[in-house]
């Protein structure tokens, strides 16, 4: 008998509780930058320096982090289901966390590529520098979707979630577009489990189950009930 499917749509949220910082904070800023500046076309064609070194630190940075017990819940399920991650973090914690499916609509901190072409990109563990170049002679960047720019993974993402047996929300306040329209593409007949600390307003609402805690122990609460068999 084949193994129920678990799509999970992770946020930053969930990375939040390992050390990284996320730049919904209040003050609207990511590691004090205008996200504008290090997250957009313009910003990377304005100053590009600035954007490769902002990139540089967050790799740095995630390597003095290690993935938290939510993260490592998320990949026991898979002792009892096909499980695939649908995050729109840039880290690399799913994975080092022991999940083996997981798709990243935002793009991978630990990658790179020419701006030239944004179909071939390559592994990266260190910095990249202005005038760093790709075999095509272009200057190679991040492997981030920034603002404005088309997300990839979407399609993918959504026939993932329309077969989805179960459905998990965590990490994400929802306000995020297009990643925020995958729940409703969710069958009327799978249950959604979503794991927030502050109330939530969705339009499904029968399948709905609210666990109202933060990743860390909030995942602990849904890994229960998963796995009590």
Do not use: C
């Not at 990511?30 to 630190?57: K, R």
């Not at 993935?67 to 991650?85: G, I």
């Amino acid at each position: 008998m084949a193994k129920k499917h678990i799509v999970v749509l992770t946020g930053a949220g969930i990375s939040q509780e390992s050390g990284i910082k996320t730049f919904r904070d209040s003050n609207g800023l990511w590691e004090n930058h205008d996200i504008m500046e290090v997250a957009s076309p313009q910003g990377f064609q304005q100053n590009p320096a600035l954007v490769l070194d902002f990139y540089n630190q967050r790799r740095r940075q995630l390597k003095e982090v290690e993935p938290n017990d939510a993260h490592k819940a998320l990949a026991q399920l898979e002792s009892e289901y096909k499980v695939t991650v649908i995050t729109q973090n840039v880290d690399d914690l799913h994975e080092r966390a022991g999940s083996t499916d997981v798709i990243h609509l935002h793009g991978e901190l630990k990658k790179m590529r020419s701006v030239k072409n944004d179909e071939v990109f390559f592994d990266i563990e260190e910095d990249i520098k202005l005038g760093d170049l790709a075999e095509d002679g272009g200057q190679l960047r991040p492997h981030i979707v920034w603002f404005g720019e088309a997300v990839p993974e979407m399609e993918k993402a959504i026939e993932l979630t329309l077969k989805a047996d179960i459905f998990i929300v965590i990490g994400t306040s929802m306000q995020v577009y297009p990643a925020a329209s995958l729940i409703d593409y969710v069958s009327i007949d799978s249950p959604i489990y979503i794991v927030d600390p502050q109330p939530v307003s969705v339009m499904h609402t029968d399948n709905i189950h609210h666990i109202q805690e933060k990743a860390v122990e909030g995942t602990r609460i849904l890994k229960s009930k998963l796995l009590r068999t």
